[in-house]
């Protein structure tokens, strides 16, 4: 059966990951969990007491953070799993810092193309649709409000056994909006071909739903551009 690419775009803590893992289940496609790779550079860094400002540095180390995305989503940095440790806010900051440098960009958008070559590929983060796959057949922007983002992280966190702040998450999100909008190297953009999908109101299958509809427009306009 076809399969086509997907990809999913969309500001932080927008649920992007959470719908991305639910399609890849429903329709058994693989899922590439782009800003788990962003996330595990920065917190290696970290581990090395590395300066998330010294570019220089970060950039020298790149080829010494191994990245393995296993199909249970558990995520492995240099054969260490750090699923649960990658998720803190400081490491989702960081993320977003190491991600405005252009060597660490091209380090893993090169490794996400490679892995999402083949099709049946769903990738979600903040340019999947403008630079990593500017050809996936289906394209989603995923939006929410700063409010129902900031809660979702809240309870994210409560249910990992993390005490967070629901003030501070918000703020938090909100300059992580400024910084991935704002941005030099591929900044967050809502791809021209792109279906906005606004999750504020939305439950998890509905969402899923929506898209899998999608999926399947897609899936019978490529056949019969085939015949």
């Not at 393995?68 to 806010?89: A, G, H, Y």
């Not at 999402?116 to 403008?130: H, K, P, T, V, Y």
Request: glycine share 4%; charged share 30%.
């Amino acid at each position: 059966m076809k399969k086509i690419s997907i990809a999913i775009d969309g500001p932080s803590a927008a649920g992007k990951s959470t719908i991305a893992k639910q399609l890849a289940k429903i329709l058994g496609y693989t899922y590439i969990d782009t800003g788990a790779m962003y996330r595990c550079v920065a917190y290696y860094m970290v581990q090395k007491g590395i300066d998330l400002n010294d570019e220089a540095s970060i950039e020298h180390c790149l080829n010494d953070v191994v990245i393995e995305l296993m199909p249970d989503n558990t995520v492995l940095l240099n054969e260490q799993v750090v699923t649960d440790k990658i998720r803190s806010d400081e490491v989702s900051k960081g993320a977003s810092k190491v991600a405005a440098y252009s060597a660490v960009r091209h380090h893993l958008v090169a490794l996400q193309r490679k892995m999402a070559e083949n099709g049946g590929a769903i990738l979600d983060g903040r340019d999947i649709g403008s630079v990593v796959l500017p050809d996936a057949q289906l394209k989603i922007y995923q939006i929410a409000s700063v409010e129902t983002r900031a809660m979702r992280r809240y309870k994210e966190n409560l249910e990992r056994g993390i005490q967070s702040d629901l003030e501070q998450i918000k703020a938090d999100i909100e300059q992580r909006d400024y910084n991935d909008s704002h941005r030099a190297i591929s900044p967050l953009v809502k791809a021209k071909d792109a279906v906005e999908i606004d999750t504020s109101e939305m439950t998890i299958d509905e969402v899923v739903d929506k898209i899998i509809k999608l999926v399947n427009e897609r899936l019978e306009e490529s056949t019969c551009q085939e015949q």
